[in-house]
């Protein structure tokens, strides 16, 4: 079973950036897509974006374009999601999800994940 884990949250001052990691581990299959999405104080679950892990390609949310970026480190089956000029508006829980896929024909980020990590809890506070 496909396990997630984020890591790299923690307090950051207004203006800094972050980079959060997820590592995947125990695959089945060839492929997969990891989306990023965070939870924050009295709003509904946002979805951040996508990667696949072959090509790299990536899709991101209007709502937050520019100012987050989505990467993944092939060989290490481990996504990043760097949050650059942070606010406290940014303040929340940021998790990853995955889903494997087993033809690359089919993959695509629009699929709902089936695999979700604990969450990593990013405060951006001076």
């Known amino acids: 079973q496909l396990q997630v884990v984020e890591s790299g949250g923690g307090l950051v001052h207004p203006g800094g950036s972050v980079t959060l990691s997820c590592a995947l581990s125990?695959?089945?299959?060839?492929?997969?897509?990891m989306g990023w999405f965070r939870r924050t104080p009295g709003k509904e679950r946002e979805e951040i974006g996508c990667?696949?892990?072959?090509?790299?390609?990536?899709t991101y949310a209007d709502s937050v374009k520019g100012r987050f970026t989505i990467s993944r480190d092939y060989a290490k089956n481990t996504g990043y999601l760097q949050i650059t000029s942070l606010e406290p508006d940014d303040t929340g829980v940021y998790y990853c999800?995955?889903?494997?896929?087993?033809?690359?024909?089919?993959?695509?980020?629009?699929?709902?994940?089936?695999?979700w990590g604990q969450g990593t809890q990013v405060t951006v506070s001076s």
């Open positions: 990667i696949m892990n072959v090509g790299g390609y990536t």
């Open positions: 999800a995955a889903k494997e896929w087993d033809d690359l024909r089919y993959m695509t980020c629009e699929a709902v994940f089936t695999s």
């Open positions: 125990g695959f089945t299959e060839e492929y997969y897509t």
